[in-house]
């Protein structure tokens, strides 16, 4: 890397030093030290990319919003995911990229990076400090090949207009965003010359949505999954408000019709009246009848009606004989006569608890709970969720995150094969900062803060040294106001200032 690259890519960490130097912080990072040092005691490590572990602890202090609470398994999980994320950054002729796997796998592009996950990326990564290491995926990923998207970008299902969307509004790098813009143009293109039936709806395989084995598909079956669907309307939402921001309403119109349409197919093609579920529609244009976490997705991106009646899907979620399981959210309900009974051995969505997709249902469930008026689900149902999900990331008493576990026991079922280690397939700490502490990126400059948590299950938390916007923000809980010593309750702060505050943990807004 030539000293020119060298300096552009620590100039956005250096304005985010300047900042927080400038700001009075609550929590101090070398209090959180010992988690690197733990982490990297566990393991010799064989596998070194851009940030191997010696430069761990200094990655993550320059990089990663700061968070403590006092239950120590989700303390200790949300340094592991940050450290655990970092290993997946490898340097490439193209710039940084981020891979999936750490060995390496046939079926992968090159620099050994698979497409399936990288939604998840981008939304997990915003929250880093410095910007370059996802831009620059992204760059690799649709400029990567001489110029052009890598050649396997399409082998898996894609949310990333969405994505980058949802990353301007974290860091309102409008110029990156509108840079990508005719990229993400041409890529729905191309989703809808490849995939798109005559009725308006997109098929895909099971296995291309990352999803193999699963209850309602098959690896060469064209079904009309949730999952596609929900892409793309929330990519052509995207588009369409990315054109707005070019100026370009000719598009902008273009793009949000697409959005309509594709909801009013999945609300009415993709809705079981009976199983009252969004469900996978077959090449037959029948239901599969088989409730999946999938159906779970469309609230990923804000897409069902409000007050229509979707919401009583999300029962299931509180359903042992639906996804509720000893070991977090399983992938199909728990009932159904075919559940675990015909995976590979290798990879199986046949109900299984995946990562990939509880944090997908997770970002779901928080959204339900912001955006939608509804008692079928509270606070409580989040945070029991987010708590199976800290439990199930262990593998022998030590912090794990792999491909899938036995819903039963919490036995990662690849938890001895070098390549499910650090399986870099699903999002964690965004769900703590979006969902669990509530942080809640807006396109305006006011800061709106709405926590899951239980008012009686933590006495304090506090989120630290968040960039968001340009500045650095703060975010605290102190019941008695002796933790802090900022006073009681919820306080948000913008560079040390306050902007907001309630004495419940409640949702609140800045001016």
């Known amino acids: 890397m030539n000293k020119i690259k060298s300096l552009l890519l620590v100039l956005p960490v250096l304005i985010a030093g300047c900042k927080s130097s400038e700001t009075e912080s609550v929590?101090?990072?070398?209090?959180?030290?010992h988690y690197a040092d733990y982490f990297n005691r566990m393991e010799d490590e064989n596998i070194a990319k851009a940030v191997p572990n010696d430069s761990a602890w200094s990655w993550m202090k320059t990089n990663i919003p700061l968070f403590e609470c006092p239950q120590d398994n989700f303390e200790e999980m949300y340094y592991f995911r940050w450290w655990s994320l970092r290993k997946h950054i490898t340097d490439t002729p193209e710039g940084y990229a981020i891979t999936e796997f750490l060995v390496d796998r046939s079926y992968a592009d090159k620099y050994n990076l698979i497409a399936c996950a990288l939604g998840h990326h981008i939304y997990e990564f915003r929250w880093v400090h410095n910007p370059e290491y996802i831009e620059q995926n992204v760059h690799?990923?649709?400029?990567?090949?001489?110029?052009?998207?890598?050649?396997?970008?399409?082998?898996?299902?894609?949310?990333?207009?969405?994505?980058?969307?949802?990353?301007?509004l974290v860091?309102?790098?409008?110029?990156?965003?509108?840079?990508?813009?005719?990229?993400?143009?041409?890529?729905?293109?191309?989703?809808?010359?490849?995939?798109?039936?005559?009725?308006?709806?997109?098929?895909?395989?099971?296995?291309?949505?990352?999803?193999?084995e699963s209850l309602s598909g098959g690896r060469?079956?064209?079904n009309m999954r949730p999952t596609i669907n929900s892409y793309m309307y929330a990519n052509a939402k995207a588009l369409s408000t990315m054109a707005k921001m070019k100026g370009d309403s000719e598009q902008s119109v273009y793009f949000d019709k697409k959005a309509k349409t594709l909801k009013g197919l999945v609300e009415t093609k993709l809705w079981n009246t009976d199983h009252e579920f969004f469900e996978t529609l077959t090449e037959k244009d029948t239901s599969s009848q088989v409730r999946e976490a999938i159906g779970f997705i469309p609230w990923y991106f804000n897409l069902p009606s409000e007050n229509k009646g979707f919401e009583v899907a999300w029962?299931?979620?509180?359903?042992?004989?639906?996804?509720?399981?000893?070991?977090?959210?399983?992938?199909?309900?728990?009932?159904?006569?075919?559940?675990?009974?015909?995976?590979?051995?290798?990879?199986?969505?046949?109900?299984?608890v995946w990562p990939f997709a509880s944090a997908q249902t997770l970002t779901a469930m928080a959204n339900l709970l912001n955006n939608y008026n509804q008692e079928v689900v509270g606070k409580g149902d989040y945070f029991n969720h987010m708590n199976l999900y800290v439990e199930s990331q262990y593998h022998r008493g030590r912090p794990y995150i792999g491909e899938y576990l036995d819903e039963v026991t919490g036995y990662w079922l690849m938890g001895d094969r070098e390549r499910s280690y650090y399986y870099n397939h699903s999002t964690f700490n965004d769900l703590m900062i979006t969902g669990l502490v509530g942080l809640r990126p807006r396109a305006d400059d006011k800061i709106e803060v709405n926590p899951l948590i239980p008012e009686d299950q933590w006495d304090w938390f506090c989120l630290d040294n968040v960039l968001y916007h340009g500045d650095i923000i703060t975010i605290l809980w102190d019941k008695t106001g002796e933790k802090y010593n900022k006073g009681q309750g919820l306080k948000v702060f913008r560079n040390g200032k306050e902007v907001a505050s309630s004495s419940k943990l409640e949702k609140v807004i800045s001016e």
């Open 140 to 168: 690799v990923w649709y400029r990567g090949n001489e110029g052009k998207p890598m050649k396997r970008l399409h082998k898996f299902s894609s949310w990333t207009a969405d994505a980058l969307y949802n990353m301007y």
């Open 171 to 212: 860091n309102k790098d409008e110029n990156y965003l509108l840079d990508m813009y005719p990229d993400m143009v041409s890529d729905y293109a191309a989703w809808e010359n490849e995939r798109q039936i005559p009725n308006g709806l997109f098929w895909q395989h099971d296995v291309k949505d990352g999803m193999e």
């Open 27 to 33: 929590l101090k990072a070398d209090d959180f030290k």
């Open 220 to 222: 060469h079956v064209q």
């Open 315 to 352: 029962e299931q979620v509180k359903d042992e004989g639906g996804f509720l399981a000893p070991y977090g959210l399983t992938t199909a309900e728990r009932r159904h006569p075919r559940f675990r009974t015909h995976g590979t051995g290798t990879c199986e969505w046949d109900g299984a």
